[in-house]
């Protein structure tokens, strides 16, 4: 079956119960990539969500965890094959995660070897404070057609932004983001063919609470109001762009 809608960024797994979560996405028919923080959450994700349509599961070390979790990388390697995707991925230069940063940048370099090995891994980065770092180890360690990267509310410029089209990369934009000038001004940067969704639910609130997985629509709906278009169009281009990714990989 179709999905209705993709919600490339999510954390299922620090929602209350899981499984509600994984059943409501497949209710909803959100293509969902729910993403894990260290790689010891993987298992029980992938068993949850082993019956799902719309759910898929990504392998992931945090790097706001990797000072603590960085030996988690030996586990890492080990289920890498049982997924296609990674994530939550990347650097962190915030100040308060900058102290591991050279830890970071081996971790994410590493997984980053990883996956050029494997050479089919769909990869959903985070990049705060260190876009041009993160740019930087994507060039060096996963060349164009060893794996895809989707930038994952990207806050660079617009350079960079640029440099992560020429590398191949796709960006998944959230509700947040889209609210402020300059996640907007990045939105226009983008050309629509290299654009998903996601709500990067819980950490993403509206009036308070945190956004349910798979509620896409206000982003869509930001989406079509700086792209000048019908929302119902960038919903289906991002379905489409997200179907295009997976088989030209
Ligand atoms: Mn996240």
Not at 95 to 112: A, D, G
Request: glycine fraction near 6%; charged fraction near 25%.
């Amino acid at each position: 079956m179709q999905p209705e809608f993709v919600d490339f960024h999510c954390h299922l797994d620090l929602y209350p119960d899981l499984e509600t979560a994984i059943a409501k996405c497949d209710a909803l028919r959100v293509a969902t990539l729910a993403v894990t923080t260290t790689p010891k959450a993987f298992a029980r994700n992938q068993q949850l969500a082993r019956q799902s349509e719309f759910v898929r599961v990504a392998l992931g070390l945090h790097p706001q965890l990797v000072a603590e979790r960085a030996m988690e990388l030996d586990l890492f390697s080990r289920l890498l094959p049982e997924t296609r995707y990674v994530g939550e991925v990347g650097l962190d230069a915030g100040p308060r995660h900058y102290r591991s940063f050279e830890t970071q940048k081996h971790v994410f370099r590493t997984i980053l070897t990883l996956c050029a090995q494997a050479g089919d891994k769909v990869l959903s980065v985070h990049s705060v404070r260190a876009a041009k770092h993160v740019l930087d180890l994507i060039e060096e360690c996963l060349p164009k057609g060893r794996g895809k990267v989707v930038l994952h509310w990207f806050t660079g410029s617009a350079a960079e932004v640029r440099r992560g089209l020429e590398l191949g990369c796709l960006f998944s934009v959230n509700e947040r983001m889209l609210s402020s000038p300059n996640g907007r001004k990045i939105l226009q940067e983008i050309p629509n063919t290299r654009l998903l969704t996601e709500t990067d639910g819980p950490f993403v609130e509206r009036s308070g609470n945190a956004i349910t997985p798979g509620d896409v629509l206000p982003t869509l709906e930001a989406i079509a109001k700086v792209k000048d278009l019908a929302v119902e169009a960038v919903q289906h281009q991002v379905i489409s762009n997200l179907s295009n990714m997976l088989r030209t990989l």
